[in-house]
């Protein structure tokens, strides 16, 4: 007995339902599915989809995972895996390019916090990244200043000011995230705010504002009056 999805009535596959209906009809698995492609032997890309879909419990959940979480599953390589990490980065992006090409008008730490956090919150590692604005603060660019190890990312002041400049930016906000979930300031990370308003407001770029994303919480040096 036939049980692989080429078996299936046509409306019931994975990628003829999204060319029917939709990629919004899809379940989880059945997307999952369609970037797999193929499954193994016994095991359709469907079920193959399922397992993957059970263990992790979300798409959140399999971003920046280490890849001997992915050694149970039978028949899922490098090639597979390399392809869902990527799906997954691009659905991070989207949110950040739909920002870029509206020029979104910032007015406070948690309009930031909206585009930036889905991309942060679960990194392993620091990133440091910027938010160069106009004198309306509207978005310019964003672009990452700095990625280190677990612990620490340390941006350099001069640069940021650089781009800034190069940019015609009136206007930047840091952010970075603390990989431990723990968002308070480290000694570091006030030293470097310090310097980056002082260096801003000398060649009269502003810093409105430096946010520390953790995981479902931020800090914000403004909302707080710590920018000096």
Not at 76 to 91: D, S, V
Not at 104 to 112: E, G, N, R, T
């Amino acid at each position: 007995m036939k049980t692989g999805i080429k078996s299936w009535p046509a409306d019931d596959r994975p990628r003829e339902k999204l060319l029917k209906k939709g990629a919004g009809a899809l379940s989880h698995s059945e997307l999952l599915a369609i970037l797999l492609r193929t499954g193994v032997e016994g095991v359709s890309a469907i079920d193959l989809a399922r397992q993957i879909i059970e263990k992790f419990g979300t798409f959140r959940n399999m971003s920046h995972t280490d890849m001997r979480e992915w050694k149970e599953f039978k028949g899922l390589g490098p090639a597979k895996i390399a392809q869902i990490q990527a799906a997954l980065e691009i659905g991070r992006r989207f949110r950040e390019d739909e920002v870029l090409s509206a020029r979104q008008k910032i007015a406070s730490a948690q309009d930031v916090v909206a585009v930036i956090a889905p991309q942060m919150r679960d990194l392993k590692t620091e990133v440091f990244k910027v938010v160069y604005l106009n004198s309306n603060n509207r978005v310019i660019d964003i672009s990452n200043a700095a990625t280190g190890t677990v612990n620490h990312a340390m941006p350099i002041v001069r640069e940021i000011i650089h781009a800034a400049l190069q940019k015609f930016a009136a206007a930047m906000i840091c952010v970075h995230n603390h990989p431990s979930g723990n968002v308070a300031p480290s000694p570091e990370d006030r030293k470097f705010t310090h310097e980056l308003a002082a260096a801003g407001k000398l060649m009269g770029v502003k810093l409105l504002d430096h946010i520390i994303i953790g995981d479902g919480s931020f800090f914000s040096f403004a909302d707080e009056g710590m920018l000096g």
